[in-house]
Protein backbone atom coordinates (compact mmCIF):
# COMPACT_ATOMS: atom_id res chain seq x y z
CA UNK A 1 0.00 0.00 0.00
CA UNK A 2 1.47 3.54 -1.01
CA UNK A 3 2.44 5.50 1.94
CA UNK A 4 0.59 8.48 2.96
CA UNK A 5 2.48 11.70 2.57
CA UNK A 6 2.34 14.08 5.31
CA UNK A 7 3.75 17.19 6.55
CA UNK A 8 3.67 19.06 9.51
CA UNK A 9 3.12 22.33 9.97
CA UNK A 10 4.12 24.58 12.96
CA UNK A 11 7.41 22.77 14.79
CA UNK A 12 7.89 23.87 17.97
CA UNK A 13 7.55 21.83 21.25
CA UNK A 14 4.21 19.59 20.52
CA UNK A 15 5.80 18.83 16.73
CA UNK A 16 8.95 17.61 18.34
CA UNK A 17 6.70 15.33 20.61
CA UNK A 18 4.83 13.86 17.63
CA UNK A 19 7.88 13.32 15.43
CA UNK A 20 9.74 11.18 18.15
CA UNK A 21 7.13 8.99 17.89
CA UNK A 22 6.36 8.74 14.42
CA UNK A 23 8.16 5.34 14.04
CA UNK A 24 5.44 2.97 14.77
CA UNK A 25 3.39 4.20 11.43
CA UNK A 26 6.09 4.52 9.22
CA UNK A 27 4.84 2.20 7.09
CA UNK A 28 2.18 3.92 6.63
CA UNK A 29 2.64 7.52 6.20
CA UNK A 30 6.00 9.26 4.94
CA UNK A 31 7.01 12.68 6.65
CA UNK A 32 7.70 14.34 3.17
CA UNK A 33 7.52 17.98 4.42
CA UNK A 34 8.34 19.98 7.36
CA UNK A 35 7.20 23.59 7.76
CA UNK A 36 8.01 26.48 10.49
CA UNK A 37 8.54 30.49 10.44
CA UNK A 38 11.61 29.70 12.33
CA UNK A 39 13.47 27.69 9.85
CA UNK A 40 15.59 26.22 11.89
CA UNK A 41 12.74 24.47 13.98
CA UNK A 42 11.65 22.67 11.21
CA UNK A 43 14.96 21.86 9.99
CA UNK A 44 15.38 20.22 13.87
CA UNK A 45 11.88 18.39 13.18
CA UNK A 46 12.97 17.03 9.94
CA UNK A 47 16.32 15.49 11.48
CA UNK A 48 14.07 13.68 13.92
CA UNK A 49 13.19 11.68 10.78
CA UNK A 50 14.56 8.89 8.63
CA UNK A 51 14.08 10.04 5.45
CA UNK A 52 15.04 14.45 4.54
CA UNK A 53 11.64 15.60 4.16
CA UNK A 54 10.99 19.03 1.81
CA UNK A 55 11.56 22.20 4.95
CA UNK A 56 9.95 25.75 4.23
CA UNK A 57 8.92 28.60 6.49
CA UNK A 58 6.11 29.11 4.18
CA UNK A 59 3.43 26.36 4.37
CA UNK A 60 1.61 27.56 0.82
CA UNK A 61 4.97 25.81 -0.67
CA UNK A 62 3.72 22.14 0.97
CA UNK A 63 0.59 21.98 -1.22
CA UNK A 64 2.85 19.63 -4.15
CA UNK A 65 5.16 17.54 -1.50
CA UNK A 66 1.85 16.24 0.64
CA UNK A 67 -1.72 14.68 0.86
CA UNK A 68 -2.50 15.56 4.60
CA UNK A 69 -0.59 17.52 6.98
CA UNK A 70 -0.20 17.70 11.02
CA UNK A 71 -0.67 21.28 12.58
CA UNK A 72 0.59 21.80 15.42
CA UNK A 73 0.41 25.97 15.27
CA UNK A 74 -0.97 27.97 17.32
CA UNK A 75 -4.39 28.63 17.80
CA UNK A 76 -4.93 31.83 16.01
CA UNK A 77 -3.47 29.90 12.83
CA UNK A 78 -5.75 27.15 12.96
CA UNK A 79 -8.37 27.99 11.16
CA UNK A 80 -6.29 29.98 8.10
CA UNK A 81 -3.82 27.07 7.77
CA UNK A 82 -6.85 24.27 7.70
CA UNK A 83 -8.88 26.17 5.25
CA UNK A 84 -5.55 26.62 2.68
CA UNK A 85 -4.94 23.16 3.02
CA UNK A 86 -8.62 21.70 2.86
CA UNK A 87 -9.21 24.07 -0.18
CA UNK A 88 -5.94 22.47 -1.53
CA UNK A 89 -7.24 18.75 -1.42
CA UNK A 90 -5.32 17.92 1.47
CA UNK A 91 -6.29 16.11 4.39
CA UNK A 92 -6.23 17.86 8.11
CA UNK A 93 -5.25 16.76 11.32
CA UNK A 94 -5.17 19.88 13.52
CA UNK A 95 -3.81 19.67 16.89
CA UNK A 96 -6.57 21.25 19.92
CA UNK A 97 -8.47 23.47 20.18
CA UNK A 98 -9.78 23.76 17.09
CA UNK A 99 -10.10 26.99 16.86
CA UNK A 100 -10.60 30.26 18.47
CA UNK A 101 -14.46 31.29 17.43
CA UNK A 102 -17.44 28.99 16.41
CA UNK A 103 -17.50 31.05 13.39
CA UNK A 104 -13.93 29.91 12.22
CA UNK A 105 -14.64 26.34 13.68
CA UNK A 106 -18.12 26.35 11.25
CA UNK A 107 -16.21 27.32 8.06
CA UNK A 108 -13.48 24.94 8.67
CA UNK A 109 -16.08 22.14 8.83
CA UNK A 110 -17.97 23.58 5.69
CA UNK A 111 -15.04 23.43 3.55
CA UNK A 112 -14.06 20.03 4.31
CA UNK A 113 -17.35 18.94 3.32
CA UNK A 114 -16.80 21.23 0.08
CA UNK A 115 -13.41 19.31 -0.79
CA UNK A 116 -14.58 16.28 0.58
CA UNK A 117 -11.30 15.56 3.10
CA UNK A 118 -10.50 14.41 6.34
CA UNK A 119 -10.79 16.75 9.02
CA UNK A 120 -9.84 15.21 12.39
CA UNK A 121 -9.22 17.34 15.45
CA UNK A 122 -6.01 15.81 17.77
CA UNK A 123 -7.48 14.85 20.54
CA UNK A 124 -4.93 12.03 21.89
CA UNK A 125 -6.58 11.39 25.13
CA UNK A 126 -9.01 9.66 23.69
CA UNK A 127 -6.69 7.22 21.87
CA UNK A 128 -4.74 6.83 25.67
CA UNK A 129 -4.85 3.15 26.75
CA UNK A 130 -5.74 3.93 29.47
CA UNK A 131 -8.62 6.17 28.69
CA UNK A 132 -10.27 3.92 26.06
CA UNK A 133 -10.44 0.78 28.99
CA UNK A 134 -11.95 3.49 31.35
CA UNK A 135 -14.87 4.14 29.00
CA UNK A 136 -15.37 0.49 27.84
CA UNK A 137 -15.59 -0.04 31.53
CA UNK A 138 -17.88 2.31 32.30
CA UNK A 139 -20.45 1.96 28.68
CA UNK A 140 -20.44 -1.81 29.97
CA UNK A 141 -21.38 -1.13 33.50
CA UNK A 142 -18.61 -3.33 35.08
CA UNK A 143 -18.80 -1.77 38.39
CA UNK A 144 -21.83 -0.67 38.19
CA UNK A 145 -23.19 3.43 37.27
CA UNK A 146 -20.68 6.00 37.01
CA UNK A 147 -22.14 8.67 39.47
CA UNK A 148 -19.07 10.86 39.92
CA UNK A 149 -16.15 11.54 37.47
CA UNK A 150 -12.99 13.89 38.45
CA UNK A 151 -10.28 15.03 36.49
CA UNK A 152 -6.79 16.43 37.85
CA UNK A 153 -4.15 17.51 35.29
CA UNK A 154 -1.25 19.62 37.41
CA UNK A 155 2.10 21.36 35.53
CA UNK A 156 3.67 24.00 35.50
CA UNK A 157 3.82 25.24 32.25
CA UNK A 158 5.36 28.93 31.34
CA UNK A 159 5.40 31.19 28.66
CA UNK A 160 7.58 34.06 27.86
CA UNK A 161 5.51 37.37 27.80
CA UNK A 162 5.71 37.72 24.20
CA UNK A 163 4.37 33.90 23.28
CA UNK A 164 1.44 33.55 21.71
CA UNK A 165 0.32 31.52 25.16
CA UNK A 166 0.69 34.32 27.22
CA UNK A 167 -2.33 36.47 25.18
CA UNK A 168 -5.64 35.35 25.57
CA UNK A 169 -6.59 36.72 22.15
CA UNK A 170 -4.03 34.05 20.01
CA UNK A 171 -4.78 31.80 23.54
CA UNK A 172 -8.37 31.93 22.09
CA UNK A 173 -8.78 31.80 26.32
CA UNK A 174 -7.28 30.11 29.56
CA UNK A 175 -6.08 27.39 30.74
CA UNK A 176 -9.93 25.61 30.65
CA UNK A 177 -9.93 26.25 26.71
CA UNK A 178 -6.22 25.59 25.80
CA UNK A 179 -5.66 22.41 27.58
CA UNK A 180 -9.20 21.55 29.50
CA UNK A 181 -11.05 21.07 26.10
CA UNK A 182 -9.28 17.78 26.49
CA UNK A 183 -11.36 17.07 29.48
CA UNK A 184 -14.53 18.78 28.79
CA UNK A 185 -14.31 16.33 25.22
CA UNK A 186 -13.45 13.10 27.57
CA UNK A 187 -16.57 14.31 30.16
CA UNK A 188 -18.84 14.50 27.46
CA UNK A 189 -17.62 11.48 25.92
CA UNK A 190 -17.84 9.41 28.91
CA UNK A 191 -21.05 10.79 30.93
CA UNK A 192 -22.94 11.81 27.98
CA UNK A 193 -25.63 15.07 28.00
CA UNK A 194 -25.10 18.19 30.17
CA UNK A 195 -27.51 19.83 32.15
CA UNK A 196 -25.62 22.53 33.63
CA UNK A 197 -22.33 23.48 34.45
CA UNK A 198 -19.82 26.20 36.87
CA UNK A 199 -16.66 27.44 35.82
CA UNK A 200 -13.87 29.50 38.05
CA UNK A 201 -10.83 30.30 37.00
CA UNK A 202 -7.92 32.27 38.75
CA UNK A 203 -4.64 33.70 37.29
CA UNK A 204 -3.28 33.73 40.71
CA UNK A 205 -0.03 31.47 40.37
CA UNK A 206 0.30 31.72 36.80
CA UNK A 207 0.89 35.71 36.48
CA UNK A 208 2.12 34.96 33.03
CA UNK A 209 -1.31 33.66 31.95
CA UNK A 210 -3.62 37.06 30.67
CA UNK A 211 -6.91 34.58 31.58
CA UNK A 212 -6.58 31.77 34.26
CA UNK A 213 -3.98 29.16 34.68
CA UNK A 214 -6.15 26.91 36.90
CA UNK A 215 -9.26 25.84 36.20
CA UNK A 216 -12.33 24.45 37.68
CA UNK A 217 -15.60 23.42 36.32
CA UNK A 218 -18.16 21.49 37.51
CA UNK A 219 -21.24 19.90 35.07
CA UNK A 220 -24.10 18.43 36.30
CA UNK A 221 -25.19 15.70 33.71
CA UNK A 222 -28.64 13.77 32.97
CA UNK A 223 -28.78 10.93 34.60
CA UNK A 224 -27.51 12.74 38.25
CA UNK A 225 -24.01 12.15 36.87
CA UNK A 226 -21.16 14.88 38.14
CA UNK A 227 -18.23 15.30 36.46
CA UNK A 228 -15.36 18.17 37.49
CA UNK A 229 -11.85 19.18 36.31
CA UNK A 230 -9.06 20.87 37.99
CA UNK A 231 -6.24 21.90 35.84
CA UNK A 232 -3.49 24.22 36.59
CA UNK A 233 -0.59 25.20 35.08
CA UNK A 234 1.01 26.87 38.33
CA UNK A 235 1.53 23.32 40.43
CA UNK A 236 5.13 23.80 41.70
CA UNK A 237 4.19 20.10 42.85
CA UNK A 238 1.72 17.63 43.06
CA UNK A 239 0.91 14.27 44.50
CA UNK A 240 -2.12 13.42 41.85
CA UNK A 241 -0.03 14.99 38.72
CA UNK A 242 -2.86 13.64 35.73
CA UNK A 243 -5.75 11.42 37.56
CA UNK A 244 -8.66 10.13 36.76
CA UNK A 245 -11.07 8.70 39.36
CA UNK A 246 -14.51 7.32 38.40
CA UNK A 247 -16.63 6.81 41.01
CA UNK A 248 -18.88 3.58 40.37
CA UNK A 249 -22.16 2.17 42.93
CA UNK A 250 -19.69 -1.17 42.61
CA UNK A 251 -16.47 0.48 42.79
CA UNK A 252 -13.98 3.43 41.85
CA UNK A 253 -11.71 3.31 38.70
CA UNK A 254 -8.37 5.03 38.73
CA UNK A 255 -6.40 6.20 35.62
CA UNK A 256 -2.49 6.95 37.31
CA UNK A 257 -1.33 8.72 34.56
CA UNK A 258 2.55 9.13 36.09
CA UNK A 259 2.30 5.19 37.04
CA UNK A 260 0.52 3.76 33.88
CA UNK A 261 -2.18 2.25 35.76
CA UNK A 262 -5.72 1.70 35.61
CA UNK A 263 -6.61 0.52 38.95
CA UNK A 264 -10.19 -0.66 40.42
CA UNK A 265 -10.97 0.03 44.15
CA UNK A 266 -13.84 -1.62 46.02
CA UNK A 267 -14.83 -3.80 49.35
CA UNK A 268 -14.48 -7.32 49.00
CA UNK A 269 -16.98 -9.05 51.24
CA UNK A 270 -15.37 -11.03 53.31
CA UNK A 271 -16.86 -15.10 54.52
CA UNK A 272 -16.37 -15.26 57.48
CA UNK A 273 -19.86 -16.62 59.86
CA UNK A 274 -17.94 -14.89 63.47
CA UNK A 275 -17.01 -11.80 61.93
CA UNK A 276 -18.17 -10.65 58.37
CA UNK A 277 -16.81 -7.75 57.08
CA UNK A 278 -15.29 -5.88 54.23
CA UNK A 279 -11.46 -5.48 53.36
CA UNK A 280 -10.59 -2.99 50.96
CA UNK A 281 -9.82 -3.91 47.43
CA UNK A 282 -7.44 -3.21 45.06
CA UNK A 283 -6.60 -4.08 41.61
CA UNK A 284 -4.50 -3.46 38.74
CA UNK A 285 -6.72 -3.89 35.26
CA UNK A 286 -4.54 -2.09 32.72
CA UNK A 287 -1.13 -1.12 33.20
CA UNK A 288 0.76 0.36 30.30
CA UNK A 289 4.40 1.53 30.84
CA UNK A 290 5.07 3.70 27.25
CA UNK A 291 1.79 4.83 26.10
CA UNK A 292 1.63 6.25 23.22
CA UNK A 293 -1.56 8.25 21.95
CA UNK A 294 -0.36 10.84 19.47
CA UNK A 295 0.84 7.26 17.23
CA UNK A 296 -2.65 5.89 17.99
CA UNK A 297 -4.13 8.98 16.86
CA UNK A 298 -2.06 9.25 13.67
CA UNK A 299 -3.16 5.51 12.75
CA UNK A 300 -6.51 6.77 13.46
CA UNK A 301 -6.68 9.82 11.22
CA UNK A 302 -4.58 7.67 8.19
CA UNK A 303 -7.66 4.75 8.50
CA UNK A 304 -9.84 7.44 8.22
CA UNK A 305 -8.68 8.88 5.09
CA UNK A 306 -8.27 5.62 3.37
CA UNK A 307 -11.58 3.70 4.57
CA UNK A 308 -13.88 7.44 4.84
CA UNK A 309 -14.69 6.47 8.29
CA UNK A 310 -15.69 9.48 10.19
CA UNK A 311 -12.83 10.38 12.72
CA UNK A 312 -13.38 9.30 16.40
CA UNK A 313 -12.33 13.17 17.27
CA UNK A 314 -14.21 14.84 14.02
CA UNK A 315 -14.90 18.57 13.97
CA UNK A 316 -18.57 18.32 14.83
CA UNK A 317 -17.63 16.61 17.96
CA UNK A 318 -14.72 18.94 18.87
CA UNK A 319 -17.03 22.42 18.18
CA UNK A 320 -19.65 20.57 20.65
CA UNK A 321 -17.04 20.22 23.00
CA UNK A 322 -15.46 24.14 22.42
CA UNK A 323 -18.95 25.29 22.72
CA UNK A 324 -19.70 24.04 26.36
CA UNK A 325 -16.65 25.65 27.07
CA UNK A 326 -17.67 29.00 25.82
CA UNK A 327 -20.73 28.57 27.10
CA UNK A 328 -19.51 28.32 30.63
CA UNK A 329 -16.97 31.11 30.27
CA UNK A 330 -19.95 33.29 29.40
CA UNK A 331 -21.65 32.28 32.55
CA UNK A 332 -18.86 32.41 34.79
CA UNK A 333 -18.68 36.26 33.43
CA UNK A 334 -22.21 36.87 34.94
CA UNK A 335 -21.66 35.09 37.80
CA UNK A 336 -23.75 32.65 36.86
CA UNK A 337 -24.79 28.83 36.52
CA UNK A 338 -24.25 28.08 32.79
CA UNK A 339 -27.32 26.13 31.49
CA UNK A 340 -25.79 23.25 29.20
CA UNK A 341 -29.13 21.38 28.40
CA UNK A 342 -29.11 20.66 24.76
CA UNK A 343 -25.47 20.63 24.27
CA UNK A 344 -23.13 17.99 24.10
CA UNK A 345 -21.89 15.42 21.77
CA UNK A 346 -24.16 14.79 19.27
CA UNK A 347 -26.01 17.84 19.51
CA UNK A 348 -25.18 19.81 16.65
CA UNK A 349 -27.01 19.03 13.51
CA UNK A 350 -25.15 20.66 10.28
N1 LIG B 1 -2.28 17.28 22.44
C1 LIG B 1 -1.50 17.77 23.40
O1 LIG B 1 -1.39 17.19 24.45
C2 LIG B 1 -0.77 19.08 23.16
C3 LIG B 1 0.29 19.47 23.98
C4 LIG B 1 0.93 20.68 23.69
C5 LIG B 1 0.50 21.48 22.64
N2 LIG B 1 -0.54 21.06 21.87
C6 LIG B 1 -1.04 21.89 20.78
O2 LIG B 1 -0.08 21.96 19.74
C7 LIG B 1 -0.19 23.24 19.10
C8 LIG B 1 1.16 23.93 19.14
O3 LIG B 1 1.56 24.06 20.50
P1 LIG B 1 3.12 24.08 20.90
O4 LIG B 1 3.13 23.93 22.37
O5 LIG B 1 3.90 23.15 20.06
O6 LIG B 1 3.47 25.59 20.54
P2 LIG B 1 4.88 26.21 20.12
O7 LIG B 1 4.79 27.67 20.27
O8 LIG B 1 5.96 25.47 20.85
O9 LIG B 1 4.99 25.82 18.57
C9 LIG B 1 4.28 26.48 17.56
C10 LIG B 1 5.21 26.62 16.36
O10 LIG B 1 4.48 27.20 15.28
C11 LIG B 1 5.38 28.04 14.58
N3 LIG B 1 4.65 29.01 13.75
C12 LIG B 1 4.04 30.16 14.15
N4 LIG B 1 3.48 30.77 13.08
C13 LIG B 1 3.71 29.98 12.00
C14 LIG B 1 3.40 30.07 10.62
N5 LIG B 1 2.70 31.11 10.12
N6 LIG B 1 3.83 29.10 9.80
C15 LIG B 1 4.54 28.05 10.26
N7 LIG B 1 4.89 27.92 11.57
C16 LIG B 1 4.47 28.87 12.43
C17 LIG B 1 6.19 28.70 15.67
O11 LIG B 1 7.40 29.25 15.17
C18 LIG B 1 6.41 27.54 16.63
O12 LIG B 1 7.60 26.85 16.38
C19 LIG B 1 -1.29 23.99 19.83
O13 LIG B 1 -2.51 23.76 19.18
C20 LIG B 1 -1.31 23.33 21.19
O14 LIG B 1 -2.52 23.44 21.90
C21 LIG B 1 -1.16 19.87 22.10
Known amino acids: MERIRVGVV ?26 DI ?19 PDWRELYDHVDAVLLVLPHHLHHQ ?10 HVLVEKPMANSETECLEMIHCARRY ?37 TEQLTSYAPDHWASSAKTLGGGQLFSHGCHYIDLMLWMLGKPVRGLHLGTNTGTPWMEREGTSNVTIEFEGGKLGYHMGTWGARGSRL ?8 TGGMLEAAFGEGKLIIHNQQPVHDPNNPHAVANQQVLL ?22 RKPLTDA ?8 VI ?12 ADLSGMGLGSLRL
Not at 241 to 248: K, N, R, T
Not at 292 to 300: F, G, L, N, S
Not at 316 to 323: A, C, F, K, N, R
Open 316 to 323: VGSLEGLQ
Open 326 to 337: WKLYEAEAQHQM
Open 116 to 152: DRVLMVAYCMRFHPLVVRMKEILDSKEYGECFQLSIW
Open 81 to 90: ATLDFLSHGK
Open 241 to 248: GYSFHAHC
Open 38 to 56: VQERAQAVADLLPNQPFVT
Open 10 to 35: GCGGMARGHASRFSMILDQIEITATC
Open 287 to 308: EVKHAKPTEVEMAHFIDCIRTG
